[in-house]
C-alpha cells in the first residue's frame, strides 16, 4: 500500500456531489488499497464531537478504578476495559496495552436507545444519556449509509439482495456485537516510560470502524510498508467543504474496513494494521470515540454475490470457511484480553 500526500482519500458520501454508484466505486477503491479512509458529509457536528470528548475525559479522571471495575467487559463487549486488559500485539506489548476503555453496547441503534441498564452513574444523566444515544444512532446510520454504497461499488446483485445486501445483515434490533466505545491513552510520562505505543499493532476484528478526531490529539499511525516496517502517521483533517465547516459539522471521519469483511470478501477489501503512538515529549492524554459496526450474531459469513469476488486471483485470496459472525467475532475477542485482569 502507497500513501500520497494527502495520506488517505476523503469522500464526501452525501450525494451533493456525486451520484451514488460514483461515490460506491471511490469507497471501494479506498477499501481495496489502503483500507483506510475519511467519511465527509456525516451528521456529526463539531458541539457534539467536543461533547462526546468532553465527556470521556471527565469520566477517566474523575471516575475512581474502584467505580470502573464495577462494570468490567463482558461477553458482548460491554463495559471497561483496564489497563493492561487487551494485548493487541503479544508480540510487542509483553504486558498488555497501556490504556483503559469502556464500551458502550445494546443500542437500539435506529432509535438510538441504549437498553444497558448497567453502566456508571456518569453516563446516566439525561443530559448524557441522550449524548451517547444520539451519537450512537448517528454512527449506525452513517455506517449503514457507507455499507449500502460499499454494495453499490462491489454490484452485488440485485436478486440476491443488491444495495440492500450488508443492511440486511445488520439490522438495528437484532443481537450483534456492535459498540460504541471511549478511549482513554495516558501520556508517556504517566505509564510505561518506555514505550509510546499505546494501542499494539492490530487489525480491527469487525465489519468496520468509524472514528472520531480531536485536532491536537493525533496519534494513529498505519503500516504502509510492511516489508520496512514503515508506519505513516494520519493527521487531523478538517474538511475541504466550506459548507460544511461553516455551518459548524465536525472533521471528516476516519472510517476502515475490518478483519470480518475483509474475510467476508475474500479479502478483495484491506483490513490495514495500525497502532496508536504517543510522542514522549507531549505531556497531555489522547482520547478517542470509536464505533465498532458488526454484523447480526447468527449472519452466516458465506461469500458475497458479486462477480467482482471471482476476478481475485486463485491463491491469493482468502479461503472462507462458513462460520457465524459471533463465532468469528469470540475467535478473536478470546485472543485478545488478558488473564488475570
Avoid at 478526531?213 to 520496512?228: F, N
Avoid at 482520547?287 to 486471483?313: A, G, M, R
Wanted: aromatic residues 10%; hydrophobic residues 35%; proline residues 5%.
Amino acid at each position: 500500500m502507497s500513501l500520497d500526500d494527502t495520506v488517505l482519500q476523503i469522500v464526501d458520501v452525501s450525494s451533493k456531489q456525486d451520484g451514488d454508484f460514483t461515490i460506491g466505486k471511490k469507497l471501494l477503491d479506498a477499501a481495496k488499497t489502503q483500507g483506510f479512509l475519511f467519511i465527509d458529509g456525516h451528521d456529526f457536528t463539531q458541539d457534539e464531537v467536543d461533547k462526546l470528548f468532553a465527556l470521556s475525559s471527565k469520566f477517566f479522571k474523575e471516575t475512581p478504578i474502584e467505580e470502573k471495575s464495577k462494570y468490567p467487559i463482558d461477553s458482548n463487549d460491554c463495559g471497561y476495559t483496564q489497563f493492561h486488559q487487551e494485548m493487541l500485539d503479544p508480540e510487542t506489548q509483553k504486558n498488555g496495552d497501556p490504556k483503559e476503555a469502556f464500551n458502550f453496547g445494546n443500542f437500539e441503534l435506529d432509535k438510538g436507545i441504549n437498553h444497558n441498564t448497567s453502566l456508571p452513574e456518569i453516563f446516566k444523566t439525561a443530559e448524557n444519556k441522550e449524548l451517547l444515544e444520539s451519537a450512537a444512532k448517528k454512527f449506525y446510520l452513517l455506517s449503514m449509509r457507507v455499507m449500502t454504497l460499499l454494495a453499490i461499488g462491489l454490484e452485488i446483485d440485485e436478486d440476491k439482495g443488491g444495495k440492500d445486501w450488508f443492511v440486511n445483515r445488520h439490522r438495528p434490533n437484532e443481537e450483534s456485537i456492535t459498540a460504541m466505545r471511549f478511549i482513554h491513552y495516558p501520556p508517556c510520562n504517566s505509564l510505561d516510560e518506555s514505550t509510546d505505543v499505546r494501542a499494539g499493532a492490530h487489525t480491527d476484528y469487525g465489519t468496520v470502524t468509524l472514528l472520531l478526531q480531536k485536532l491536537g490529539e493525533q496519534g494513529l499511525e498505519l503500516l504502509t510498508d510492511g516489508l520496512q516496517n514503515k508506519w505513516t502517521p494520519i493527521p487531523f483533517v478538517a474538511s475541504p467543504n466550506p459548507e460544511y465547516v461553516e455551518s459548524g459539522m465536525a472533521a471528516p471521519i476516519i472510517f476502515n474496513i475490518a478483519d470480518m469483511l475483509s474475510y467476508w470478501t475474500g479479502g478483495l477489501l484491506k483490513s490495514t494494521l495500525h497502532r496508536v503512538v504517543l510522542p514522549k515529549v507531549r505531556n497531555n492524554s489522547r482520547y478517542s470515540t470509536v464505533f465498532f459496526l458488526n454484523s447480526e450474531n447468527k449472519t452466516l459469513l458465506e461469500p458475497i454475490p458479486s462477480d467482482l469476488l471471482k476476478d481475485i486471483k486463485k491463491g491469493a485470496n482468502i479461503e472462507i470457511k462458513v462460520k457465524t459472525a459471533k463465532e468469528y467475532l469470540d475467535e478473536r475477542f478470546a485472543a485478545t484480553y488478558v488473564e488475570g485482569h
